[in-house]
Every structure is written in structure tokens, then in C-alpha cells.
């Protein structure tokens, strides 16, 4: 079966940097848009970053550009979220995804998307 595992969670001071991982298996990783998707206390899922099949194709929330970096390795079926600059606003559980291409006009409705992974807690300290 699918299963989507992040890593590389902790506590980090505000200003640091962070980078979580999420490996997939049990799909055929260059068909799906990878995304990061974050959930803070009290708050709804929100869009962070998506990544198509290349690097090329990035997309990213207003509120994490020049900050954040999701990148991808097709060779080990893994897709990444380097995060510089942090701020107890980004404190929150951060869990990847994984879209289906045909669906890729909807990477930042993670009701779209078709499989996620547990997710990984990120705590930024002030």
C-alpha cells in the first residue's frame, strides 16, 4: 500500500533552520505533485509548498516564499522542505502529500489530494 513518512521534525529557535523529509513508496512517485501542507493550534490545514515531477515546477504560500525550499529526488522517492528563517508562526505539524497529475491545477486544495503522510511536528521557539 501507499504509505508517506516525514522526518526531520524538532524544536528550533526562531531565526534557525529545519529541513524534513518525506519518503514515499507503494506508487509510482513521478506521477504525483508533492506538496507540504501544515497544521498549527487552532488552525485549519494550509497550503505551504508543491513540487512537480522536476524541479522546475515549484509553488509556494505567500507566507513562506524567500523562506522555504521543497525540492524532490526521483531517485529515492523522496521530496524535502528546507526551512530557513523560521517563526513561532510556522510552529505547527507539517505532513506531505501526494497529487495525482492530472490534478495538478489544484496543488494548494489538500482535499485533492490522494495520499498523506503522518506528519512531523516542527516547533519554533522565540
Known amino acids: 500500500q501507499v504509505q508517506l513518512v516525514e522526518s526531520g521534525g524538532g524544536l528550533v529557535q526562531a531565526g534557525g533552520s529545519l529541513k524534513v523529509s518525506c519518503g514515499a513508496s507503494g506508487l509510482t512517485f513521478r506521477n504525483y505533485y508533492m506538496g507540504w501542507f501544515l497544521q498549527g493550534p487552532g488552525r485549519e490545514r494550509e497550503f505551504v509548498a508543491a513540487?512537480?515531477?522536476?524541479?522546475?515546477?515549484?509553488y509556494y504560500a505567500d507566507s513562506v516564499k524567500g523562506r522555504f525550499t521543497i525540492s524532490r529526488d526521483n531517485a529515492k522517492n523522496t521530496v524535502y522542505l528546507q526551512m530557513n528563517d523560521l517563526r513561532p508562526e510556522d510552529t505547527a505539524v507539517y505532513s506531505c502529500?501526494?497529487?495525482?497529475?492530472?490534478?495538478?491545477?489544484?496543488?494548494?486544495?489538500?482535499?485533492?489530494?490522494?495520499?498523506w503522510g503522518q506528519g512531523t511536528q516542527v516547533t519554533v521557539s522565540s
Open positions: 513540487i512537480g515531477w522536476s524541479n522546475g515546477s515549484r
Open positions: 502529500a501526494a497529487l495525482y497529475y492530472p490534478k495538478l491545477a489544484y496543488y494548494a486544495d489538500a482535499k485533492r489530494y490522494d495520499y
